[in-house]
């Protein structure tokens, strides 16, 4: 390997480069300890990563990953993950539903029709790897149809959708449950707000922006502040 390929190589060693590299194409992260992430990267990508690269890659991931099962966003966000992926991806048809994917470091054989890919990941997770990704786009598919539907609200919903009954002889406190006072911060909301892969990829069409008209202040009209840093006077 030359020194130019081995610098370009580093760039993309950042800790959240390989998490989402891992997750991507491993998928699971549980029981595995910073070794494992080394290990896994060195022999799929031949990248040398120090211990400190891996445990954060590994910190990384877990966010991503546990974050998403405890509120639902996970599958959207490995959906963004994949299909950016994917599109640097090319697709071969082969027939019927199965199509043969060239790019990143393994081409696959994918097979929509029984949810299967030879990296493997797509017939555990149920949900689509890059590859099918890639392939799914190419004929047009939405990718939402390629995810198993027991990862759709209709399924978590449906779950609930009987009463729960406390087990015999559990206490049940007798309380009503109120919800939490909620209070407003001044100034602008933030908008820390996980995108949808849907946003993200129309993000990257690169629409040109609208055009800001100059903003005025709504109390004294004056451009440069707005209402709250007024220091006009005039009520
Ligand atoms: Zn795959
Ligand atoms: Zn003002």
Redesign the pocket.
Known sequence: MSVGDRIAQRRHCTPKYVGRLFIDRVGIIDGLNPQHITDAMNNMFDMKLDYTTSYRALLYAQTLVRGSAEDGRGVEYLLAIRSEIADTMTVQPIDGWRFFVKGGKMDCVVDLEHGKCDCGVYAVEKIPCSHAIAAGTSVGLHISTLVCPVYSKDFLFAGYSENIYPCVGQQVEERTCFPPEVKRGPGRQKKSRWQSWLELSRMRGRKPRKQHRAYR?S??K?TG?T?PQ?K?SSV
């Open positions: 202040c109390k004294c004056e502040h209402k007024c006009s």
